[in-house]
C-alpha cells in the first residue's frame, strides 16, 4: 500500500479523491499504510477530498483518522483553497467548523480562498467566503498588481 506514482500518489490519494470512502477504510488497517502521506507536490488525501467536494470522505480522514485539517501543499494551498475553485460549499462550510482550519488562510502567493473561487465563477461559494472574518481583507492586502 506504499507504492506510488511518478507524482508520489499513492491508493490512499486515488480512493480519497474519487470519494471511494469503503476503498480508503480498508488500506488504514494495513500495515505500513500512510493515510497522511503526501504526493510529490505536498498533496494529501485530504487536499483530494476537499478538491472533489467529499465531504465524508473528508470528515472520515479528519475526524475519524486524524489526518491534518491545515496540511498545505507545496504552494501553500490547503483543504480551504482546493474546495473553493470548484464551489463545494458544503465542504468548505464544515470546514469552518473545523478546529485548526482557518478560511482566511494564504498560500505562498497571498490568494485566499476568494482568490479561487472567483476566476470559477462560483457566486455562492464566493459570497460565503468574502463573507467571513479576513477573508476578504486579506484577499484585498494580497491581490498583485
Known sequence: MTATDDDGDTAVHGAA???HLA???????QDGCNIAATTNGGRTAVHYAALHGHLATLQWLTTQHGCNIAATDNDGHTAVHSAAP?????TLQWLATQDGCNIAATTNSGHTAVHCAAP????ATLQWV????GCNSAARHNIRH
Open 86 to 90: 470548484n464551489g463545494h460549499l458544503t
Open 130 to 133: 468574502a463573507s467571513h472574518d
Open 23 to 29: 476503498t480508503l477504510q480498508w488500506p488504514a488497517t
Open 17 to 19: 479523491q474519487n470519494g
Open 120 to 123: 470559477h465563477d462560483h457566486l
